[in-house]
């Protein structure tokens, strides 16, 4: 079993940025691929990105290519999501998630076994 948990979300104005962080409870995430995930009120879960095992991999959301940026930091033990240029349609619940039975776990969520609680992102006009 893991344990994912989410930090750095808030509120943030438009324009502005913040950095989501996901660590494992009592064990690395080096050896998963990874992947965010969210969720505005209404709507259905959405992929935002992911990576590889190795980080040599990412993949991401046409809604936030260029924007948005996930990464693994081997100092920390955590996969990152840098947010940039935040508008308010990013506003959500943003879930890690992990892959253990694949490389790469892509956009798909059925490839994820493990998910945080997830962190409130909210971003005013």
């Known amino acids: 079993q893991v344990q994912l948990v989410e930090s750095g979300g808030g509120l943030v104005q438009a324009g502005g940025s913040l950095r989501l962080s996901c660590a494992a409870s009592?064990?690395?995430?080096?050896?998963?691929?990874m992947g965010w995930f969210r969720q505005a009120p209404g709507k259905e879960r959405e992929f935002v990105a992911a990576?590889?095992?190795?980080?040599?991999?990412?993949g991401y959301a046409d809604s936030v290519k260029g924007r948005f940026t996930i990464s693994r930091d081997s100092a920390k033990s955590t996969v990152d999501l840098q947010m940039n240029s935040l508008k308010p349609e990013d506003t959500a619940v943003y879930y890690c998630?992990?892959?253990?039975?694949?490389?790469?776990?892509?956009?798909?969520?059925?490839?994820?076994?493990?998910w945080g609680q997830g962190t409130q992102v909210t971003v005013s006009s």
């Open positions: 998630a992990s892959a253990p039975r694949t490389y790469y776990g892509g956009n798909d969520d059925a490839n994820y076994d493990y």
């Open positions: 990576i590889s095992r190795s980080g040599s991999s990412t």
């Open positions: 009592g064990r690395t995430l080096s050896s998963y691929s």
